[in-house]
C-alpha cells in the first residue's frame, strides 16, 4: 500500500469542488497538505496500521502467520459482511445527519421474512428475494417518510421502528427462529440457496463478495451522482439545501429506504449463512454498523464523511475482532478494546485542524 | 481527482487483502487439515478451544469456569474460552477462529442448534474432537454430547414433594420457565411424573415467569391473590423461586409456604446458598458438563481413548439443608 501522495491531490483540478466538506478550502502547499490527508484519509491509514500491527501480533504456528492463513482473511470478510452491507445504508443515513436504529431488528425481520416464505410458503428463492428486499426497501421509506412528513427526528422514529421490525419478526416466526431445510420437497428451501454460506472457488465467501460489490458501487453513487451532492448538502446545512432548490424530503426517504433495502438484503444473506431465521438475530447490529461508520470518518452530525471510510471501518472493526480472538483476548477485554478504537477514531476527527 | 484516488485506494486494498487470501490458500493446501488432529499422548501441550453461548447467563459462566478449573488439574492443557454473547453469526465465527489457531479439541455450548451444525461439522471433518455440551446440534457430526436431563430432575423433585416435602399432600403452584422452551416442557412433565405417587398433592396452578427472578415474584403476588392457602412453590429454576419467596414474604407467609428450585449453581446469589440460608426447602442441581467435558478430553487427548460414549445424561443432585454447604464446596462455589 502506497499512501496517497499529498502532491498529486494538490495538482488535482479545482473547477467543479466534489461534493465534499469544506471543498472550497484550500490549505497552504507542504506540510498542511500532508497533515490534512492524513485526516482525510484516517480510516484508510487505521486499517492499514491494524492490518499490519495483526500481521505482526499474530501468533504462528507451524511457521504460518495464522492471521494471514489460509482462509482466516476470508474469514474476516465474511464475518464483517452484514455489518458491512448494513454500514453502507448507514453511512447514507448519517450523512444527512440522520441516524437508523432500526436496522438490526429489520435484519432479524428479513432473515425470518426468507426463511419463512421458502419453507413454509414453498416460493422460490427470486420471488422470496425481492418480496424481502421490498420489505425493508418499505419499512425504510416509510420512516424516512415519518421523518420528512412530520418532522420527528430520525432517533425516535426508528428506535419506535426497531420495536414494530422486531414485533413483527416475533410475530411472523411464531417467536421461534425457523429452521431452513435444502431439498426439493414440501418445506424445504431451494438448494441454490445454500450458496450464500459458500465461497467462489472456495477461497471468497459469497457475502464478502456481495458486501464489496454493494460498498464500490455506493462508493461510486457518493463519488460521482447529483443524489450524492444532495445528500452532503442537505447534511451540510439542510435550509440552505431547501433553499437552493435540493428535494429535501424526497432525498431523505430515499436514504431510508436505502438503509432499509441494505438491512434486509443483509438479513437474507444471514439467514442463508445459518440456515435458520429468528426473530431475535441482528440485536445490536445497529450499533455495530454505526461504529463502522464513525471509525470510518463520518461525522454524526452529517454533511461530512466518506463511504471508503465506512468499508475501511467495517473492515477494521474485522480485523481487530479476528487478532483479538486469535490472542485468546478475554471476551469482556474485546469490548473494553473495541470501546477504546470507536472513541480514539471519533477523537481523531475532533484533532484535524479547523480553518476558518 | 480526490475520490478517484481513495477509491482506488480502498480498491487496491481490497485486492491485496483477497489476492492475499487466495495465495495463502493454495499455499496451505498441502498441510491443511492434517495438523489439526494432534497426536495423542501424555506429556504433551493441548489447546483447548470452548465457545460458549453467552456468559451474561450465570448457569454459562458456571460452566465455563467448571471447564477451565478442571482443565487446570490437567498437565498440558490450556483452555481458551470465546463469547457469543447470544449471536449465531458470533459464535460461528468465534468457531472458525479457533479452527484457524489449530486448537486440538472443541468445547461448545450452542447457543441454537441449526444454525452451529456447519460450523461444528467443518470442525470435526478436519479432524478435531468435538464436545457439545447442554444444547445439541443436528445431525451427528460431533464427537460425544454431555447435557442434564430435565425430565429427570423435574421428576426427582415431584418424588421429593411426594414423599419427604408434602407427605400428607397439600396445594402446589408452579412456576414455569420461558413457554415453548425445551427445559420448561421437560421440567413441568417431569415434576408431574414425580408426584403422580401421591394423589394428595394437587397443582392448582401455573403461571410463567419467564426465568426471571422480577417475574416470578409478580406471578407470586397475583397466585397469592387468587389461592390464600398455598402450601408450596414449585419453580423450574432458582431465580424465580427466590423472586415468588420474596412476594410471599411481603404478604407474611414466607413461613407457611415452601419453597423449591432447579439449578443449583455454587455462586453466592444462587440456589445452594439459597437453601443453605433458609429461602429454599430444597433445589436440584442442573449440571454444566464443564468437569466432564474436561475428562472426557483428557481421554480423548491424553489417554488416547478411540470409543467415548457419543451422548452422556448427566444425573442430578437434590440439595437440601443438609448437604448444602457440601456439595457448595463441592462444585467448586466462591465462599
Known sequence: MTPPNPTAVEEAPAGTPPPRRRPSLRLPRDRHALVDNFFRFQSLFGLVA????????SPVRNGENIFLSSGNLANIVRAVSEIGIIAVGMTFVILIGGIDLSVGAVLGLAAVGSATLMVDSGMGILPTVLIVLLIGTAFGATQGAIVARIGIQSFIVTLAGLQAARGIARMWSGGLGVPIAYGDGPKEAPEAFSLLSGSINGVLPVPAVLFIAIGIGALLVLRSTAF?????????NEKAARLSGVPVRRVRITVFAISGLLAALAGIIHAGQLNQGSPNDGSGYELDAIAAVVIGGTSLAGGSGSMGGTIAGALLLGILNNILALNNIDANVQLVVKGLVIVAAAALQKLRPRIS | MRYARRAVAVLALTVLATTTAC????????????????ECGSGKEFLIGMSQANNAEPYRQVMNDDVSNAAKDVPGFKVVVSDAAQDNSKQVADVENFISQGINLLIISPNEAKPLTAVVKKAYDQGIPVIVLDRK??????????????????????????KTLLPQGGKVVEISGLPGSTPAAERAQGFREGVASNPQIQIVASQTAEWLREKGQSVMDAMLKANPDINAVYAHNDPMAEGAYLAAKAAGKESTIKFTGIDALPVPSGGIKAVEQGRLQATFQYPTGGREAIDMAKKILVDCQKDVPKTTTLGTTQITKDNAAQVYTQLGGKQ
Request: aromatic share 10%; net charge negative; no cysteine.
Open chain 2, 137 to 162: 446440534v443436528e445431525g451427528d457430526a460431533y464427537t460425544a454430547f454431555i447435557g442434564g436431563d430435565n425430565v429427570a430432575i423435574g421428576k426427582a423433585a415431584g418424588e421429593y414433594y411426594a
Open chain 2, 23 to 38: 495465495s495463502v490458500e493454495k499455499a496451505g493446501d498441502g498441510n491443511g487439515g492434517t495438523d489439526a488432529a494432534a
Open chain 1, 228 to 236: 450524492a451532492r444532495h445528500v452532503y448538502a442537505i447534511g451540510g
Open chain 1, 50 to 57: 491494524v492490518f499490519l500491527i495483526a500481521i505482526a501480533v
